[in-house]
């Protein structure tokens, strides 16, 4: 009867019932059936029913499943869908809802610009835990909470778990009460508010990323024969290796070696066989895919793999024997792949080298030890052009570098800039991830593809707009943009790098994200027809799956053919896990980031600078200064001087992108990682 309800009520001409006339329509008897059903569609927040008992769907009601971005001063933001725009919530709409949750939105101002809600249930909470600091009076127990969210969670004293007045602490909600008052219970104590990095451990609490390993991981590492044996690999222990990396990088997946002969350029590719450790339904393996990627933060890595593998048995360390799975691709003057050769190996570093000492070399003279490396520079060019004639789109995020004093306190935030050395890595590793790609490819059989899509019709009229700021037009007849034409608009923003890194996130915003997948569709920024990821299997568990992959499509005499559809099946399933895993990730490093950055402007309080817009919205203007530190001019503010927001252009009169303007800082939130300026007028 379910799938019946649901079409009656989902059908054009349908309109909201009684129970027994939706029977009548059903042509059934079974009226107690037809409550039960209606009730558990309800449950499930498919169906609805109004003051009267009819029943409809919850479109019909002008009610909508979304999750509520909730700001500081009481409004929020429901982001729905199948909506172009967010709906607005005003304070005293949002019933008992948290930030994050997952809500019942009710539209109750419908209009030709924008949309207004209201907050009728939450479907989901977003966390059953808050962080904050326990304070004490009178004996009675509250958590004040560092974000000074506008609710109030009382903690009885049996329920303390030995925290401290003063303490950080993890509480767990036992009663949401009304939204504004809760009761709880300490579930972990952090630390205290002085202790270096606290605000970084915050984070990775709530995050939900698990730091430590399992006793059942930890007992696998012990039985881990760390003995190289070399029977069915090539012996390439004679090849002399390098690896490049960061001044302060201990897991090496990736070594490489180039030679030159004639015209062909011999490049060896040498990639951690980690597979060869981490076996298919082991513990360690599980908990690999249940992280997915080694977390990259300022004070620590939280890695995939324990610290026996990350840094020691996989690591490809100078001068220790590993096991490595080679790719030789021969590739000639015009950067053409000839031939490729794929193969299980036992290599030795020769050079663990950094990218400042690379660079040194190739701004100066390389050592004879090293004279490799010539022939790579010449490679790495050669490719690097191919990049750029196929229309390969440098995306650059906020590459910042942190340094800290010994009480964590960040001291200074500058632009990394990245050179040949780093530059150089990576064309190999693209070339060589190009490569196994297409070898699998050509062989139509199950794997994981790192896929980028193209932008689609719905940002296209957005981006059009936000690009008009810089004289860049997009022509109306041109509805299928290339990744050259977005490499043309960054080419031509050379000269002025704030502008460049503004265009870029605009750029960046209008794209799908980069995925994971089975289903091929090519990688848009890349601007490849093929592309995996293969080289970072210390890091990364899809790297991983594809080196097994590779060891059973093309280095054994695996049965594979009969297991085809169940292949499939698991990498699916493998790459849904991995797309939320990296999204989680992403966020974590990210908010870490603008803590440090909150943290850094915290000591120019009172100081002016000069920055540009980089954001024009609803609530306030982002202004970006020269050291891509971002900081808000507040909606409340910017009406206090005078200005309106034109709902209809979207945008705050007299101001546009990367228009220059003069600010002091007046405000920061660490946790929050939030700056904010005030507007200096000349």
Same mark, same amino acid.
């Given at each position: ?106 539209? =109750? ?206 690591? %490809? ?226 790297? %991983? ?46 908010? =870490? ?90």
């Amino acid at each position: 009867m379910r799938d019946e309800i649901l079409e009656l009520l989902n059908s054009p001409d349908y309109k909201p019932l009684p129970p027994r006339l939706i029977l009548k329509k059903l042509n059934s008897n079974d009226f107690t059936t037809l409550v039960k059903t209606l009730n558990s569609l309800e449950e499930e927040h498919l169906i609805i029913h109004d003051e009267r008992g009819y029943y409809g769907t919850l479109e019909y009601f002008h009610i909508y499943k979304g999750v509520i971005d909730l700001k500081d001063v009481g409004f929020g933001f429901v982001k729905i869908d199948c909506f172009e725009k967010d709906i607005f919530v005003k304070r005293g709409n949002t019933f008992d809802a948290m930030n994050g949750d997952e809500v019942l939105c009710l539209i =109750v101002k419908p209009n030709r610009i924008s949309y207004e809600g209201q907050i009728i249930e939450v479907i989901k909470r977003a966390r059953t835990f808050v962080i904050g600091i326990i304070r004490k009076r009178l004996n009675k127990y509250r958590l004040e909470t560092l974000e000074k969210e506008r609710f109030q969670i009382n903690i009885a004293s049996k329920h303390i778990n030995n925290a401290l007045d003063g303490d950080i602490v993890s509480v767990i909600i036992t009663d949401f009460g009304d939204g504004r008052i809760m009761k709880g219970k300490v579930d972990k104590v952090i630390g205290r508010p002085s202790d270096p990095f606290l605000d970084e451990k915050i984070k990775i609490i709530e995050s939900g990323i698990e730091t430590n390993f399992s006793s059942d991981v930890l007992r696998e590492t012990q039985n881990i024969d760390p003995l190289i044996s070399f029977i069915g690999r090539s012996d390439l222990t004679s090849i002399p290796f390098v690896t490049i990396d960061g001044d302060n990088a201990k897991d090496f997946d990736d070594a490489i070696y180039v030679e030159k002969i004639n015209d062909i350029y011999k490049l060896f590719v040498g990639i951690a066989d980690v597979s060869e450790y981490v076996k298919e339904g082991s513990f360690i393996d599980k908990e690999a895919l249940n992280r997915s990627f080694s977390c990259y933060l300022p004070s620590k890595v939280i890695p995939m793999l324990p610290n026996i593998l990350s840094d020691d048995l996989c690591s %490809l360390k100078e001068n220790e024997l590993r096991y490595a799975i080679v790719v030789e691709m021969d590739i000639d003057s015009n950067g053409k792949l000839i031939s490729q050769d794929i193969k299980k190996a036992v290599i030795k570093s020769r050079g663990r080298l950094t990218y400042n000492l690379a660079n040194s070399w190739f701004e100066s003279t390389i050592p004879e030890k090293y004279s490799m490396l010539s022939d790579a520079f010449e490679l790495y060019k050669i490719l690097d052009q191919n990049k750029e004639k196929r229309g390969y789109i440098e995306f650059d995020d906020d590459d910042v570098e942190l340094k800290f004093d010994e009480s964590g306190k960040c001291i200074s935030v500058d632009v990394r800039v990245r050179k040949d050395a780093e530059k150089l890595i990576e064309n190999f590793m693209i070339q060589c991830n190009e490569t196994i790609a297409s070898t699998i490819y050509n062989l139509d059989l199950p794997f994981i593809y790192r896929i980028h899509d193209e932008v689609k019709d719905e940002k296209l009229e957005e981006l059009k707009k936000n690009l008009s700021h810089f004289n860049i037009e997009i022509p109306s007849k041109q509805n299928k943009l290339t990744s050259m034409f977005f490499k043309k608009i960054l080419d031509s923003l050379n000269d002025d790098e704030i502008s460049k890194n503004i265009v870029n996130k605009l750029l960046l915003k209008s794209m799908s994200k980069a995925q994971y997948s089975t289903f091929n569709i090519g990688h848009f920024a890349l601007s490849l027809n093929n592309y995996t990821h293969f080289t970072s299997p210390i890091r990364r568990y899809s790297d %991983l799956l594809v080196h097994r992959l590779i060891k059973k499509y093309l280095l054994s005499n695996d049965d594979y053919y009969s297991k085809i559809e169940s292949i499939d099946n698991l990498l699916s399933g493998d790459c849904l896990v991995i797309n939320e895993n990296e999204k989680k990730i992403t966020t974590l490093e990210r908010d =870490v980031i603008d803590i440090y950055k909150a943290d850094y402007m915290s000591n120019f309080i009172g100081k002016t600078f000069v920055g540009r817009v980089s954001s024009i919205k609803k609530w306030g203007i982002y202004v970006e200064l020269d050291n891509y530190i971002e900081g808000m001019i507040s909606s409340d503010l910017l009406y206090n001087l005078g200005y309106t927001y034109n709902e209809e252009m979207s945008t705050w009169s007299n101001f546009y992108l990367t228009k220059e303007v003069k600010v002091k800082v007046i405000d920061t939130n660490k946790i929050k990682g939030q700056i904010d300026f005030y507007l200096l007028e000349d």
